[in-house]
């Protein structure tokens, strides 16, 4: 685990009709990008979910429960899925990692080509009950924003404003990245999310807030007045939790035949982790070792 310097704020606007969570994730999305090499436009996308998935991780009240956020498009990014939990982690990964587009004709990187516009999104809440919660939408524009604001609208029945960008440098490092969710309480006059959707209408991008150094106080300042409270401030970092005895579990599954044949051609076996990018390794021993674990269990 490296350490990190994101947060995310918790406050309440509007007389406390609004409740607004803001996030940099700059550190978590760079995390992500370096180990999984993702390319811009994927760093993008992937960026994007995982900030949102950051801030729905954030509302979850025991640290044993997660949210995971799928979001599985018709483009060649294929899936972007994203795992955040109650205790301030978040991973994810997407299955295409190097993909290149033309800019958009505003110079933005094509999030919405890369990842398609026909599709699901998908949110799963595990809160530690029988059955997880399950929601799902069809993609509207592949821009992951608008796909989510749909969601919170058609699947939560909450009007929600979203704002996610990632920034990338021009060495494909993660300049800035970070999210903000604008979600009304039941029974909110119209006149107040009106008022809400106008000032937000009026802001620059996150990005653009972040790059002129806004801090994030500052920018929950400009979408709900002077009237904030803050009700909470988290940390966020990237981390798995993968192990080498998971994977061991998952290489049992392959059976018998699977893993003699690997422990034959290829006297060993290495698994990479697809959240982390992590590599374990399994020599001859350790696989001839879950090969009788089978046996013994059969
Ligand atoms: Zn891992």
Redesign the pocket.
Same mark, same amino acid.
């Given at each position: 685990m490296t350490s990190s310097k994101d947060r995310i704020i918790t406050a309440l606007g509007f007389e406390g009709q609004v409740v607004a969570y803001i996030a940099d994730t700059h550190d978590l999305v760079e995390e992500m990008r370096r180990r999984h090499d993702t390319w811009p436009v994927v760093t993008a996308a992937l960026g994007r979910t995982a900030t949102l998935g950051a801030i729905l991780g954030s509302t979850l009240k025991h640290e044993k429960h997660q949210v995971t956020l799928q979001v599985q498009g018709d483009g060649p990014i294929g899936r972007i899925l994203v795992v955040a939990t109650g205790s301030q982690t978040v991973?994810g990964y997407a299955d295409e990692p190097h993909i290149m587009l033309d800019l958009k004709q505003n110079g933005k990187l094509d999030v919405s080509r890369a990842v398609g516009t026909e599709g699901s999104v998908t949110v799963i809440k595990d809160l530690g009950l029988r059955e997880p919660y399950r929601g799902s939408v069809p993609i509207v524009s592949g821009e992951i924003g608008e796909d989510f604001t749909y969601y919170f609208a058609v699947s939560e029945q909450t009007p929600s404003a979203v704002s996610v960008g990632v920034l990338v440098d021009r060495d494909y490092s993660v300049k800035r990245a970070g999210g903000l969710l604008l979600q009304v309480l039941p029974q909110t006059p119209t006149e107040v999310i009106d008022a809400m959707e106008k000032r937000l209408a009026a802001l620059p991008s996150m990005t653009t807030m972040l790059e002129d150094g806004a801090r994030l106080e500052d920018i929950l300042t400009l979408v709900l007045g002077d009237d904030v409270q803050i009700v909470n401030e988290q940390s966020v970092m990237f981390a +798995?939790? +993968?192990s080498k005895e998971r994977l061991a579990g998952i290489l049992q599954t392959l059976g018998h035949e699977e893993l003699t044949a690997m422990r034959e051609e290829q006297n060993g076996a290495e698994l990479v !982790?697809h959240? !982390?990018g992590?590599k374990y390794q399994f020599d001859a021993f350790e696989l001839q070792a879950l090969i009788d674990h089978i046996h013994t269990n059969n």
């Open positions: 991973r +798995c939790t +993968c !982790c959240f !982390c992590e």
